[in-house]
């Protein structure tokens, strides 16, 4: 089943609370249940490689993500393109972050290839750090092309001013594991309004940051930061119960980053 192309009905809106963090498919172990992880403990991310066979990538994985985000390759890259428009937006709170589903045909172009962009995610603090340097939160814009292959932006918060976008989304946030909102009043978001005014990057070979850490992912990192609140980073770590929802960086290997 895909998840993505459920209808965000309340049924199948529970349903997708129990996708995990990054929207993929579910993953069960051997008596039919879902294999339970977390980011701290017995199922915390240094085990998630033994917790299923269907996790042996998290531990085995030479592409894994995040990284600290170095240059390894000074390249004239591509200006991204970006065809995204406000849609409504459905909030499920998951337990391992708060996710919310674009609701109609906003893109990302990369050369030949076209990207629906599926949903965006949160963590706190960042999972990539930028020349040494992580940051409060960090905001996963995810991609798919025709051919399932992904594509995620990363976003780096910095603590400022309030963001009136980001409170925009946050009006709708589910404060509780399972938890979802799918608001009939709410007004139209713009997701391209929660990126920076500089959309250069860094680009790297990759893999989710989550269970089963699926590699095959290309990762682009915005350079430039968004300014946001200290509460309104506060308001995202409540709704995860004040724990942190970021995995440890993982080693480059013999990896490209490209800028």
Not at 89 to 102: E, K, L, R
Not at 118 to 128: D, G, I, K
Request: net charge negative; glycine share 8%; aromatic share 8%.
């Amino acid at each position: 089943m895909d998840p993505m192309k459920l209808k965000l009905s309340p049924r199948n809106l529970l349903l997708a609370a129990l996708l995990g963090a990054s929207a993929w498919l579910p993953t069960h172990a051997g008596d039919g249940h879902a294999v339970h992880w977390g980011y701290s403990g017995e199922e915390g991310p240094e085990h998630w490689g033994d917790l299923s066979a269907e996790y042996t990538s998290c531990k085995l994985g030479q592409q894994q993500s995040p990284i600290d985000v170095r240059a390894t390759d000074d390249k004239e890259l591509t200006p991204l393109t970006l065809k995204y428009q406000a849609a409504a937006i459905h909030a499920v709170n998951n337990g391992h972050t708060v996710q919310y589903t674009i609701d109609n045909g906003s893109e990302l172009q990369l050369g030949e290839r076209g990207l629906k962009l599926l949903q965006v995610h949160f963590h706190a603090p960042s999972e990539h750090h930028i020349n040494g340097v992580p940051f409060p939160a960090e905001a996963h814009f995810v991609h798919r092309d025709a051919n399932g292959k992904l594509a995620v932006i990363g976003v780096m918060f910095v603590e400022g001013a309030a963001n009136a976008t980001l409170e925009s989304w946050w009006r709708y946030m589910p404060d509780n594991s399972g938890q979802h909102l799918d608001p009939a009043d709410a007004s139209p978001v713009d997701p391209h309004a929660l990126l920076p005014a500089d959309l250069a990057y860094y680009t790297y070979a990759g893999s989710l940051t989550t269970p089963p850490c699926s590699e095959g992912v290309t990762w682009i990192v915005l350079k430039q930061p968004v300014e946001v609140s200290k509460a309104q980073i506060e308001r995202f770590r409540a709704a995860m119960h004040e724990h942190d929802n970021n995995r440890p960086l993982q080693p480059l290997h013999a990896r490209v980053v490209q800028d």
